[in-house]
C-alpha cells in the first residue's frame, strides 16, 4: 500500500475506564501502525459525543471500578445503537475487563446495581463475592487454523455469562477467566473482542494489535490489508514472562 492510512480510533470514556495502564494498549497501536507508516488519530468519546457512521475504523475502552462504571454506564448505553450501527458497516472495537462487561447487555455490579450496557457482545455479567485476581494464559483461535496464546492479567469480581452459541475469545490454559468455572475466556462477535485481560495487554500480545489495526485499515481502505512483519523480539519476551507467571501461579484464589 503506497503512502500511508490515517486510521481514526474511538477511545471510549479514556477519563473513567483506564485501570492497570490499559492506555498503554493506545500507545502500542499508535506505534505499531507508525512502523507501517501509518497514522493513528484518537478521538476521545464521553457522555453526549455524536458518533458518525464510518467516521471510527476501532473503537477501544478499558477497565473500572464499579464506581467508574456506575458513572458512565447510562451515557455508553446511549451510544449502543450508533456503536452497534458503526461495527455493522465494518469498524472493530477491543474492549477491556470493566468495558467488557458494559459492551453486554448489563452488569449487575457488587452493590447489587444493574448497571445498562451497550449491547454489542451477546452475554451479561454479575458481580460474585470473590474477586478473581492473577495472570492468565489463552488459547485463542481468531483466524481459522491459527492458534496462538494470550497471556495478560485479571482483577475482576464479575462473573460474565455468554449466550449459548456466543463465541468466547479464547480457552483458559490458567486463571479464571469469565467466571471461573466454564474454561472460556472473553467473547469475539465478529470484529468486536472483549477480555478481561490487563496488563496492558496489547504489549505482550502484538499479533491481536495487529489483527485489531489489519481490521481496522480494512475499514478504512475498504482492501484487506496485509501488515509486515516485526522483530517482537522484547514482545515475545514479556509474553513468555506473562504465560510463565500464570502457568506456575494463574486462577488460585
Ligand atoms: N469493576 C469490575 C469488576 O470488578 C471490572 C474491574 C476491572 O475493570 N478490572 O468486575
Redo the contacts with the bound molecule.
Sequence with gaps: MSGGAKIVVGHLFPDY?N??ADRGNMAVLESRAAWRGHQLEVLPLGAGVEIRPGVHDLFYV?????R??ELIAPALAEMGEALRAAVAGGAAALA??????LFGRF?R??SGDELPGAGLLPLH?I?GER?MIGDVLLECELVPGQLRSLAGF?????RTYLDEGAEPLGRVLAGFGNDGESGYEGCRAGRVIGT?L?GPLLPRNPWLADWLLAQALAHRTGEASQLDPLEDELEGEAHAVSADRARSRGGRY
Excluded at 478499558?62 to 464499579?66: I, K, L, N, V
Excluded at 477491556?96 to 462487561?101: L, T
Design positions: 475506564l485501570i492497570y478499558g477497565g473500572g471500578q464499579d467508574e462504571q477491556v475487563c470493566g468495558g467488557y462487561q452488569y455490579d457488587q455479567t458481580a474477586r485479571e482483577n475482576h469480581a464479575g478481561y490487563h
